[in-house]
């Protein structure tokens, strides 16, 4: 059945193909969250063994989240490793070390980077889509990210 919500179809594939690249690159980045999570070594193991896993938990939930705004445009979103590789922005290389200040330091290259992608988008979902719910959405989702930049940034000092 046919989505009408008062966007237009081109309009809906528009965004609906944004968030697709979006849910791709949190993805990789909910991945590279695991890795960390998975293979932190140090001193500081295990405060950042659960730091991260709080991190990757949250990734978890704004992943299920862009997929179904996905689908709510009447869209398919994208699902295998695959189509997430093919989309994604981020890359997966990773430091030579499993030490938690690479980590981080790499965790907040890929947040700070979908950061300016999703705040690029918020007017253009509102005034050239006029899909004023997905541009309040990616709101949020920045602000979560804009946090989650914070956290990580906040180990560097």
């Not at 704004?62 to 445009?73: F, G, H, K, M, P």
């Not at 009447?74 to 990773?94: D, N, R």
């Not at 700070?112 to 899909?131: P, S, Y």
Request: hydrophobic residues 40%.
């Amino acid at each position: 059945m046919e989505t009408k919500i008062g966007i237009t179809p081109s309009g809906m594939a528009e965004v609906a193909k944004s968030l697709c690249t979006l849910l791709a690159d949190e993805t990789v980045l909910y991945t590279k969250t695991r890795n960390a999570h998975w293979n932190v070594e140090g001193n500081d193991f295990y405060n950042k063994h659960l730091f991260f896993e709080q991190q990757y938990n949250e990734l978890s939930e704004i992943i299920d989240s862009i997929a179904e705004r996905i689908r709510t445009l009447g869209h398919y979103a994208p699902a295998t490793l695959k189509q997430y590789l093919e989309l994604t922005h981020l890359t997966e290389i990773k430091s030579e070390n499993n030490d938690s200040l690479g980590f981080i330091k790499e965790l907040l290259i890929d947040h700070e980077t979908i950061i300016i992608r999703l705040r690029e988008n918020i007017d253009l979902f509102a005034t050239g889509f006029k899909d004023y719910g997905t541009s309040d959405f990616i709101t949020g989702l920045m602000e979560t990210h804009e946090k989650m930049a914070w956290m990580l940034r906040a180990h560097l000092k």
